[in-house]
């Protein structure tokens, strides 16, 4: 089923305990295309860039069958740069520098054989962005995901509220379901968060794994524990693409089938983080994705009958 991305296509400058980076490829969006591209053929690109923006880049993302026909490239602007720096714990980042650029004046315009997507990611981007997405589109698609920051919270919360009205799913991290809901207690955070409109809500724990929440169904999906975490730059927008990539692929919105999701988008969040960038997620293989899937079926596969322990 066809799939619609937007989000940024960016340059990051990112620092770890491992290591430094200059300006590499980075994005919300760039993450999320590379990481759906694992279950769906063609994954189409709304973004922008400037005309410092290497072709290589986008010859990158076209062979790993994302269609950039959506991608504007902004002659005499500069792409938007994002600079990062984790400490011992990589659970917790802080920003160094965001510079908007080519994403202060975007008017996302989607191109004619985009309007029949049924499913929309709304990458981490200006909330009025993401809202004018959905108003373009022609028909509502058959699933809207949309993934935010404390960025734009601190920036541009009420309208940040008017887009999550129009949601189905909500993917944000701890930190950021309590910052949306004025609540520590995520279960409590999640009640609320509901009721502002996404009927499911997901809340990303970095390596403590994702929780998805419907109505009163909670459901837990572990991340897989690794020897090493070079950098977990990208790792929410891996895991968004890979859940929504793997319901687009089977076309199935079932409370179960997201559940099915969840593990597939934390099985894929599990490969981005291994390397610096979007490093190990170019030429990842389905045999490598087939593998980590089991790894994780195994990690939480236990036989326990209820009945016969009490
Ligand atoms: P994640 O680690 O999944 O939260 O995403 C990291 C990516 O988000 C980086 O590649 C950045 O380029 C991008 N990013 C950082 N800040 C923003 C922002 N305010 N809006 C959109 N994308 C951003």
Sequence with gaps: MSLLTIGTVAFDALETPFGKTDKILGGSATYISLSASNFVKKVNIVSVVGEDFPQEYITMLEEHGVNTKGLQVKKGEKTFFWSGKYHND????????????????FDPIIPEDYQDCKYLMLGNLVPVVQKMVIERMRSRPKLIVMDTMNFWMDMMMPQLKETLKLVDVL???????????????????????????????????????????????????????LEDVFDPTGA????????????AATDDISFDNMKRALIHGSALASFAVEKFGTERMVGLTEEEVEERIQQFVDLVQFDIKVENTL
Excluded: C, W
């Excluded at 009721?195 to 794994?209: D, F, S, V």
């Excluded at 929410?236 to 319901?247: E, H, M």
């Design 90 to 105: 990589m659970n917790a980042r802080d920003t160094i520098d965001t510079q908007l650029n080519v994403l202060e004046n």
């Design 236 to 247: 929410g927008d891996t895991f968004a693409g890979g859940f929504i990539g793997y319901l």
């Design 171 to 225: 993917s944000i991290n701890d930190e950021e379901a309590r910052q949306l809901a004025e609540d520590y207690s995520l279960v409590k955070a999640a009640k609320k968060i509901m009721a502002m409109g996404p009927k499911y809500l997901i809340i990303k724990k970095g390596e403590h794994g994702a929780l998805l929440f419907h109505e009163n169904d909670v459901f837990f999906a572990p991340a897989l524990p």
